[in-house]
Structures are given as C-alpha cells and as structure tokens.
C-alpha cells in the first residue's frame, strides 16, 4: 500500500541533542512538507521541498533542517539550536503539478524534550 | 499568510447545522479543507479550485469566494463522528499554509 511513514512514533530527547526525525513516502509525489504542531494550535511550515537536492525554508525554519537526497525520502533534524523543540511533527507530500494536490499524512512523530 | 478561521472553537448536538469560515488576506487560487482528531494527523475533506464553486461530500460541503478571498465549510445535520479540529489550507507560492484551526465538538 502507498503513503507516507514517519519514524519514530515517539522521541524523548536531553536538552542539547539533535535529533532527526524519519519520512518516507512511496506515492511518487515530488512535494514533500514538514509541520510543527503545538498543543491546541495550527499547522505550521518548517520547510518544504519540490523536487530531489531543493528545499526551502518555511516560516519557522530556524533550529531545524532538512535533506532531499532521494525522492521518497525528507529526513528532519531538530537541533539543539531549536529553544522549544517539544510539538507533534507531521510529514506530508503531494503531486506537485499546477497546483497542489491533497495532502497526503504520515502519522505524526510527538518528540519531548526532557 | 497564514488563513484566518472562524469560530476558534464550537459545540453542537448531535443534528444541528454548522459552518466554518476561513478568509485570507492574500488572493486564493484554491482552498482546501482537512479534518484532525486529537492525537492524529489531517485528513482530507476536499478541494476547491474555482471562484464560487461549491463542492460536497455527503452532509459537508463547501463553498470557494475569490474575490472575497474566503472559504466556508457546511456541516448540515452533524453526527458524533464530525468531532475534530478542521483547518483550510491555501497555497501561497510554492508553500502550502493551514489555517488557525476550529475546533468542533458534537455532543449527542
């Protein structure tokens, strides 16, 4: 069956550690999209990537990155640069075309920082 | 960029009517519309993609204004099972922005 896996389901990380949170897809989509969640708030962008070595910042970019050195892969890297790490991170992807596409979930990684 | 929605939050019982507002300030080209339940990721309602054009999907549909730059969402005779968080989502650029969020809550 095709979609979008992210691992781990759950991460605690030590104040000061990186971690990198896992996304794969195999729906062949070109657009791939990292989320920050918080408790009771909205979606918002980390960066996103059209297309295999590009990626672009969205608008909470700083203490994160990304690499898109395979299609159906967009690792992300929470570093220790990120002052308040501990949110719900959802991966999606879409057939990027003249207009995006629904969006396709993975199940979300709920990382805390102890 | 990121679309306004309103209510932030409502409580129905279970049969009563609803809608969901979602307004921009920047031009919109399509909008879309997502469920969540706690704990879980989106799932997504619908698509629209042309100026006025209003989309169904059983007892939800959904209406696109451009030149208003708005959205609204239609929950008619709402069920238990419509209890979630619902965001629009527009496109800006290449980026893809959600909404604030409402949440909704049937109650039976």
């Known amino acids: 069956d095709g979609g979008i896996t992210q691992s781990p389901k759950y991460l605690f990380r030590k104040e000061g550690q990186n971690v990198t949170l896992s996304c794969e897809q195999n729906?062949?989509?070109?657009?791939m999209y990292w989320y920050r969640q918080d408790p009771g708030q909205g979606l918002r962008l980390i960066y996103y990537?059209?297309?295999?070595?590009?990626?672009q910042k969205g608008d909470i970019a700083e203490g994160y990155s990304v690499s898109r050195e395979k299609k159906e892969s967009f690792p992300l890297t929470v570093t220790s640069a990120q002052k308040n790490p501990t949110a719900f991170y959802l991966c999606?992807?879409?057939?990027?075309?003249?207009?995006?596409?629904?969006?396709?979930f993975g199940e979300g990684s709920r990382l805390t920082v102890l | 960029q990121q679309p306004v929605q309103s209510p932030q939050a409502v409580i129905l019982r279970e049969g009563e009517d609803a809608v969901i507002n979602c307004s921009s300030s920047?031009?919109?080209?399509?909008v879309h519309w997502y469920r969540q339940k706690h704990g879980e990721a989106p799932v997504f309602l619908m698509i629209?993609?042309?100026?006025?054009e209003q989309k169904g999907h059983e007892k939800i549909s959904a209406s696109f204004n451009e030149k208003k730059q708005q959205s609204s969402l239609y929950l008619t005779a709402s069920q238990l099972s419509y209890s979630g968080t619902y965001f629009c989502?527009?496109?800006?650029?290449?980026?893809?922005?959600f909404g604030t969020g409402t949440s909704l809550t049937v109650i039976p």
């Open positions: 999606a992807s879409t057939p990027w075309g003249v207009q995006p596409g629904e969006l396709f």
């Open positions: 729906l062949n989509h070109d657009a």
């Open positions: 990537s059209q297309i295999v070595n590009d990626f």
């Open positions: 920047k031009a919109l080209y399509s």
């Open positions: 629209l993609l042309k100026g006025g």
């Open positions: 989502g527009t496109e800006g650029g290449n980026q893809f922005y």
